[in-house]
C-alpha cells in the first residue's frame, strides 16, 4: 500500500527546525502541511497504476534510528495515527519556509509492534523494511514521473504565499 499524506504529527527531538533563527521571528501554518496541488496529482499517478493506497493519512514522525516500543506504538494507534515514519519531519516543515509545494507518499512497509501486541504478527526488522520498499520502488518512481510530467508551470496553490505576514519585525 501506498498513503497520500495529509497531516504529520513530530514526536521528535533536537532536529534543526527552521531556516528562521531570528532575530526576526518567522510563524507559519502548517494546518495544510502538504501541497495540495501535488496531492491530487499524485492520487491521479497511483489512480492510474491502479494500485492500492490510502488518499490520506496522518504520519507520525519518530526520533529513530530505533523502531517504537510496543507502548509506543499502541499509543500513536490509539491516538488515530496511521504512519509511523522516521524521516518526515523537518523537512516538510523546511520546504514550507521556503514556499515550496512538497507532497509525501509514503511506502507502507511494516506492520507497527502496536499491531504485533494484539495479533500474530512478526515484529519488524530492517530486512523486512528493506525487502518492501525494494517491492515497491518501481511503482514510487513511476508515480513521481507522473507528478513531474502533469505539475503545472504556474502555481495555483497557496504554498508560495508561506511567509506573507509570518514574519514578526521585518
Excluded: W
Aim: glycine share 6%; with cysteine.
Amino acid at each position: 500500500d501506498f498513503v497520500v499524506t495529509d497531516q504529520f504529527v513530530d514526536f521528535t527531538s533536537g532536529r534543526e527546525c527552521t531556516f528562521y533563527e531570528g532575530p526576526i521571528t518567522t510563524h507559519i501554518s502548517m494546518a495544510e502541511p502538504y501541497c495540495p496541488e501535488l496531492r491530487s496529482i499524485a492520487i491521479e499517478a497511483l489512480e492510474n497504476l491502479k494500485v492500492r493506497f490510502h488518499r490520506t493519512g496522518t504520519v507520525v514522525v519518530i526520533q529513530g534510528p530505533r523502531f517504537s516500543t510496543k507502548a509506543e506504538s499502541l499509543f500513536f494507534t490509539r491516538m488515530g495515527f496511521h504512519i509511523i515514519n522516521m524521516t518526515q519531519y523537518p523537512e516538510v516543515v523546511l520546504a514550507r519556509e521556503l514556499e515550496m509545494c512538497y507532497v509525501n507518499i509514503s511506502v507502507v512497509t511494516d506492520y507497527d509492534v502496536g499491531i504485533v501486541a494484539e495479533g500474530n504478527v512478526e515484529p519488524v526488522t530492517q530486512e523486512m523494511v528493506l525487502k518492501k520498499f525494494n517491492e515497491n520502488i518501481g511503482t514510487l518512481k513511476e508515480v513521481v514521473k507522473y507528478i513531474i510530467e502533469h505539475t503545472p508551470v504556474e502555481r495555483h496553490c497557496k504554498c508560495g504565499e508561506a511567509l506573507k505576514d509570518a514574519r514578526v519585525g521585518e
